[in-house]
């Protein structure tokens, strides 16, 4: 018999098969849901829900494949710079972590519930406590978020990893030893190297609006508010005022100021306008709020922010913490659509001295961070310092705008964790019931210890170069915290109820 055509571009393509016999070992039904494998736009929910047909798409399926090698080199990493991989409970207590818990109601000790951890901060402590020097996990975690873009809801994982004796630089060093070493291993972008830019949360908000800055985009947000103090305009009277210089941008048109007037104007960003003006190729102020730029005022934009021919300036003007925020947004938003943002490179820093403490939206103090962390200058400081002067050893690390890692040097004094908690509104007897067991423990010897948790979603998200989360998650829930392939949350039935001691309201 004749052999059929070669196809040497497949590894069976010199086989030839010729079929006595097939038998249909899994029927299919004559119409799928969605064509797999196509370009064309296909309804999240309905993927959601088909997600077992969904993973047979070559680009999610790689995602799959791409998080479990990911996962396997993280894993390599820790166990060669010498840290034991250590489990720890998923039932476990409920502690203010910055979410909701989530609670799971007890059958054997009813009226009593567990809760999935936030994170294994305590428990990671205990283990430094225990003697286990570098302890790491690839940790699932739990929260009750509302979901994001860049947020699974619900659970995500990352990896946790302490150290005993070690200070906020020697963490940072294992960060930039295992981070640029797996990103560089799955992607030919370029990467940061060692060391990372550190940046202080103040300067970080002043500079950029935001704590995640990215530093892709090179615009940079400035403070003229004394430029105006003697200005007509009204709308800058009594106000913070934030600029925002961008370099060629006197060639926008119109239309491109009105449609950011658009944007900052928006319930999303807040702004109650934006104002702007343009210097054209030979100086002159042009457009928008021109006629309010003084001769004193346009030299000090010129000679003290960076002010040149052929560039345009935003401003916004709010209360000094709205401004920092609706400025980081703007900066954001013309980053984009001016793309200016730098492609094909991934840009690393952390954010660092973070405020231990902030005023809730009623006005008390509260942790602004994570409330195991050593604040700066220790108990004498909790002591004798405002506390919303009080700096802590808290830190992230940021990749591209994302929030990718979080961290602290622990509080590992019993004394001082106590003050701590009281400046926020805690007392002893609270610590001791809410943290009993990290409590009781650090009566016992407590090495000083430190750690951070980066987030391994975020990672292979960014590896992969995906915007969306879900698309690097095998079997993610949706937009609304549903899992719609195994339908839940559910009703369950009133006999599951009453074994666990629970009663709906109607």
């Known amino acids: 018999m004749e052999r059929a055509s070669k196809n040497t571009k497949i590894p069976t393509g010199e086989i030839e098969v010729i079929a006595n016999e097939i038998e249909v070992l899994g029927k299919c039904k004559n119409v799928l849901p969605f064509e797999i494998n196509t370009d064309q736009e296909v309804r999240e929910d309905l993927r959601l829900e088909y997600r077992f047909l969904d993973l047979r798409n070559e680009t999610l399926h790689n995602n799959i494949l791409l998080r479990s090698k990911i996962l396997k080199t993280l894993r390599d990493k820790m166990d060669e710079l010498g840290f034991m991989e250590i489990q720890t409970p998923i039932l476990a207590n409920s502690s203010p972590e910055g979410a909701r818990d989530y609670l799971v109601p007890s059958r054997i000790n009813a009226g009593e519930f567990y809760a999935l951890p936030q994170a294994p901060q305590q428990f990671k402590q205990l283990l430094m406590v225990s003697g286990f020097n570098k302890y790491y996990q690839i940790a699932p975690c739990f929260r009750d978020e509302d979901p994001r873009a ?53 300067e970080a908000m002043e500079k950029y609006g935001i704590d995640k ?228 423990a650090f009566q016992y010897g407590t090495p000083p210890h430190a750690g951070a948790a980066p987030g391994v979603d975020r990672m292979v998200m960014l590896i992969a170069d995906s915007q969306n989360i879900r698309e690097i998650i095998a079997f993610p829930k949706n937009k609304k915290a549903r899992d719609l392939l195994m339908r839940a949350p559910s009703v369950v039935s009133k006999q599951q109820l009453d074994d666990v001691h629970i009663e709906l309201k109607k």
Request: with cysteine; charged share 30%; net charge negative.
């Open 150 to 202: 860049d947020r699974a809801p619900g659970e995500f994982y990352q990896l946790d990893f302490e150290m005993s004796f070690a200070t906020q630089e020697d963490v940072f060093q294992v960060m930039e030893e295992v981070v640029p070493y797996t990103f560089k291993k799955f992607t030919d972008w370029k990467v940061d190297e060692r060391p990372f830019v550190r940046i202080p949360y103040k």
């Open 213 to 440: 800055p990215d530093l892709r985009n090179p615009l940079i947000i400035q403070d003229v508010t004394k430029v105006f103090e003697n200005s007509d305009f009204n709308a800058f009277k009594g106000k913070t005022i934030k600029a925002i210089v961008v370099p060629n941008g006197a060639t926008q048109g119109r239309k491109f100021f009105d449609k950011m007037g658009e944007f900052a104007t928006t319930d999303e960003v807040g702004a109650k306008g934006l104002a702007w003006t343009k210097w054209d190729t030979s100086g002159e102020v042009t457009g928008g709020i021109a006629k309010f730029i003084t001769d004193e005022i346009k030299r000090d934009l010129e000679t003290e922010y960076g002010v040149e021919k052929n560039s345009a300036i935003f401003f916004l003007a709010d209360e000094f913490e709205k401004a920092q925020k609706i400025a980081g947004l703007v900066r954001i938003e013309l980053g984009k659509r001016l793309d200016l943002i730098e492609k094909g490179v991934y840009k690393f820093c952390f954010i660092v001295d973070f405020p231990m403490y902030e005023l809730s939206d009623e006005g008390t103090i509260d942790f602004s961070h994570n409330p195991f962390s050593m604040p700066q200058g220790g108990l004498e400081a909790l002591q004798n310092k405002d506390p919303l002067d009080i700096l802590a050893y808290q830190y992230d690390l940021v990749c591209n705008g994302y929030e990718m890692a979080s961290g602290a040097v622990r509080n590992h004094n019993p004394e001082t964790m106590v003050k701590a908690f009281e400046i926020a509104g805690y007392l002893e007897e609270d610590v001791k019931n809410r943290f009993g067991a990290l409590y009781n």
